[in-house]
Every structure is written in structure tokens, then in C-alpha cells.
């Protein structure tokens, strides 16, 4: 017996289940916000610099080792300030900067993932 080629005629069964509409899925502002910060090249080179500190790093030395000028490096740590992923403390003149410590398992991830993508030379994590 031959098989045609052409498809069947009649219409598949459809269950209820697999053909409604999904759930929507909810994602809270601030995981957006703060996904939002960490897809700027300049913002992960500042956010590597803070990492890396032993506890806060001073503004001076973000700015120092910036390749862009003193206020780009202050908006971007504004951003950043606002998303919630890094802090800062005042002492005296200066603005030391730190990694929230309250920073989400799943950002920090993110954030530690995207740094060593960074520093391996990758275009994205895993790669």
C-alpha cells in the first residue's frame, strides 16, 4: 500500500490542556531593572571593578580605570545604584561603592556568570 503525501484530512484532537493559552508569567520590576543594568559593557567593566574589591572601592579608582569620562561613569553607577545592585557609603569626599549583600541568588549568579564570560573573552556565558 502506498503512502501519500499529502497530509490527512482530518483534524487532529485537540486537548483543552495543551492548546489554552499559558499562564502569564509574572516577573518582578526589580529583577527587570536590574537585568536592564547588567546589559551595558560599560556598566559590567565598573560592576567587575566592585566585585573585585576586597569589601568597597573608591569612585577615584572606577573613574581612573574607565574608559569613559567622569560623569558616563557617574550616571552608570546611578543605574546601577538604582537597580539596587551596588551601594555606596560617603567618606569624606569620596564614594565608596560595594556589591549589595541582599542581592538576589538568581542576579548574583548573573552578575558572577557575566564577569567570567567577560574576563574569558566570551560573548555570553557558556560560550
Not at 568597597?56 to 552608570?76: E, F, K, M, W, Y
Request: hydrophobic share 40%; charged share 20%; aromatic share 4%.
Amino acid at each position: 500500500m502506498a503512502h501519500s503525501l499529502l497530509p490527512d484530512p482530518t483534524p487532529p484532537v485537540l486537548d483543552e490542556a495543551c492548546c489554552s493559552p499559558p499562564a502569564p508569567v509574572s516577573v518582578p520590576s526589580e529583577l527587570v531593572r536590574q537585568l536592564k543594568a547588567l546589559g551595558d559593557e560599560t556598566r559590567l567593566r565598573l560592576l567587575g571593578q566592585i566585585a573585585l574589591a576586597a569589601s568597597s572601592i573608591c569612585v577615584c579608582d572606577l573613574t581612573a580605570g574607565a574608559r569613559v569620562n567622569q560623569p558616563t561613569v557617574s550616571h552608570h553607577l546611578r543605574v546601577l545604584r538604582d537597580a539596587g545592585i551596588v551601594d555606596c557609603v560617603r567618606r569624606g569626599q569620596w564614594a565608596y561603592y560595594f556589591l549589595r549583600p541582599d542581592l538576589s541568588p538568581l542576579v548574583r549568579t548573573t552578575i558572577d556568570e557575566l564577569l567570567r564570560a567577560q574576563s574569558l573573552g566570551c560573548a555570553a556565558p557558556g560560550t
